[in-house]
């Protein structure tokens, strides 16, 4: 019989006063922690749709874990920043502004929607895997090809766009 050992696992919290993020050559994210430097980071949304700006994995170039910073607001501004634009890089989803239609065709759902990046086509096959509702008016779209973007706030739609999503919701 194999036996099981403990693997523990420590949460390692960064001070944000010790915490400097900065670009390095050629625009990769680096960090100096209280003089220590780590010449690339990757940063990480622990929790990606309720705290975006909270519980930020920070990890180095093998992905292995640094730390994690509990809040990015409690960094410096310069900091912030850097790690604001990271991480929406990183997380680059398009807000839908438009739906133009929302088609059914035999096993398949097919979007057509205006966003902030430009017009996309979803295809899905059933809409319970492929839309996810977060908070009372977000919704998350997602097709079989793993593109994704967000209806931010369904309220804030054109009347139209509100009609075409209430036959499908």
């Given at each position: 019989m194999e036996q099981v050992t403990d693997v523990k696992y420590e949460?390692?919290?960064?001070?944000?006063?010790?915490?400097?993020?900065?670009r390095g050559t050629g625009g990769v994210l680096e960090m100096d922690y209280g003089g220590e430097r780590s010449p690339e980071v990757l940063l990480y949304r622990t929790y990606p749709l309720s705290r975006q700006e909270e519980y930020i994995s920070v990890r180095d170039?093998?992905?292995?874990?640094?730390?994690?910073?509990?809040?990015?607001?409690d960094?410096?501004?310069?900091?912030?920043?850097?790690?604001?634009?990271?991480?929406?890089?990183?997380?680059?989803?398009p807000r839908?502004?438009?739906?133009?239609?929302?088609?059914?065709y035999p096993g398949m759902w097919v979007w057509e929607l205006q966003t902030t990046l430009g017009p996309i086509k979803l295809s899905m096959r059933n809409l319970h895997e492929h839309i996810?509702?977060?908070?009372?008016?977000?919704l998350l779209l997602s097709d079989m090809d793993g593109n994704r973007c967000e209806i931010y706030d369904t309220e804030a739609l054109d009347p139209q766009s509100r009609k075409l999503l209430s036959r499908v919701m």
């Open positions: 949460i390692r919290l960064l001070d944000p006063d010790r915490v400097r993020f900065f170039g093998k992905g292995e874990e640094i730390g994690i910073i509990e809040r990015l607001t960094l410096d501004p310069d900091s912030l920043g850097e790690a604001r634009m990271e991480l929406r890089l990183r997380y680059l989803v839908v502004d438009r739906i133009d239609k929302i088609k059914q996810q509702m977060v908070g009372e008016s977000r």
